[in-house]
């Protein structure tokens, strides 16, 4: 069980704590001995998610692609002589994640989720990308292995698919029968099955083992392709694989440092499902305020994110999180080859009709 210890009043004989996990307004007294004076325990008293409705608009980059929609007022002119010609005072993007304030708010409430749009500028038409799509993110305090993160990730899929199955019988029944024929054996298989967890390292053994040719590069260090995924997929029996520990380089600055050798790898996971490729992405985040001030800082970007180190400044606890691409999620469990036939009103490059 887990949550903050909000005052300590000691005694000769007892220590009274006050304890709370974000669930009420009203602490947890507990009583315990003197003589564990010397460390403070932390209780959690359930293991429900809060919903929190994070801005669409924000001033962060999330994922460091730079591949952002910028808001500014329709007609907005740069005037070169104004000081402060932005309209929140500084550059304000359509949101590519709400993790960062995800991360706020685990800091009062512990396990916290949102579901929302998020916007990607990518130039692209192709069956797997949309300009906005949705997401189901989660972040949750003293989470301190890649173990517990996959757990949550696998249970949400499960239970969500199981939901999906027993809700909407006849609307799957539709895809399964005209659209993807066959595909509920596949589904079935994924939910009977454990999820498969190999290392980035293993990951790229194995392409470069196979005798498939691929267009794009299987040399450790490099990032895992659509290509590259869907035959992990396959070669681990069709049944989603998990990938962990990932080249530091090629995660954000947020994702928590390995400090291993000679391979300097992030404990970062994905989720690769059969027929999409990644549908989920996360990570424990880096809590170690010394490490997140140097990689800030070699990147230019401890002034962006002074706030961000100031949530360490004071004490942080080990905490990671996730985020589910729901578009891709229902490719999966129907079948659906291109990600424009689940989503009602597809934005996409060159396309925002209606």
């Known amino acids: 069980m887990t949550g903050w210890v909000r005052s300590v009043r000691p005694q000769k004989d007892n220590l009274f704590l006050h304890v709370n996990d974000g669930s009420s307004l009203q602490p947890l007294q507990v009583v315990a001995s003197s003589h564990l004076n010397t460390r403070c325990y932390s209780l959690h008293s359930g293991n429900g998610y809060v919903q929190i409705h994070t801005p669409v608009i924000t001033s962060n980059d999330c994922e460091g692609a730079g591949e952002l929609f910028q808001v500014e007022p329709a007609g907005h002119k740069n005037d070169s002589d104004d000081p402060n010609p932005h309209f929140f005072s500084v550059p304000a993007y359509l949101t590519v994640s709400g993790q960062l304030h995800l991360e706020v708010m685990a800091g009062a409430f512990s396990a916290v989720y949102t579901f929302g749009p998020t916007f990607r500028a990518e130039n692209s038409q192709s069956r797997r990308h949309l300009a906005e799509f949705y997401m189901v993110e989660a972040e949750i305090a ?6 517990d993160l996959m757990k949550v990730m696998e249970d949400l ?5 199981e939901h999906v199955l027993s809700s909407c019988a006849e609307d799957v029944e539709l895809f399964h029968k005209y659209i993807a024929p066959g595909h509920r054996d596949q589904v079935d298989l994924m939910l009977k099955r454990k999820f498969n967890v190999i290392s980035y390292t293993e990951a790229i053994d194995i392409l470069k083992s196979s005798s498939q040719n691929f267009t794009f590069s299987t040399e450790w260090g490099c990032d ?9 997929v396959k070669h681990c029996g069709n049944v989603p694989v998990f990938v962990i520990n990932y080249p530091y380089e090629l995660k954000p600055f947020y994702a928590r440092d390995n400090q291993d050798q000679p391979n300097h790898t992030a404990a970062a996971v994905d989720l690769l499902v059969p027929g999409v490729g990644e549908l989920c992405g996360g990570s424990l985040r880096e809590e170690r305020l010394e490490l997140l001030s140097q990689r800030l800082a070699q990147a230019g970007l401890e002034d962006t994110y002074a706030w961000y180190l100031q949530l360490r400044e004071f004490g942080s606890v080990p905490h990671g999180g ?3 691409g729901f578009e891709r999620y229902l490719q999966c469990i129907l079948g659906l080859h291109n990600i424009k036939d689940v989503i009602p009103f597809a934005r996409f490059s060159h396309s925002c009709l209606l």
């Not at 003293?142 to 173990?147: A, K, Q, R």
């Open 224 to 232: 895992l392709q659509t290509e590259h995924e869907k035959f992990l």
């Open 157 to 161: 899929f499960k239970a969500a698919t």
């Open 142 to 147: 003293f989470t301190e292995s890649l173990d």
């Open 322 to 324: 996730f985020g589910m």
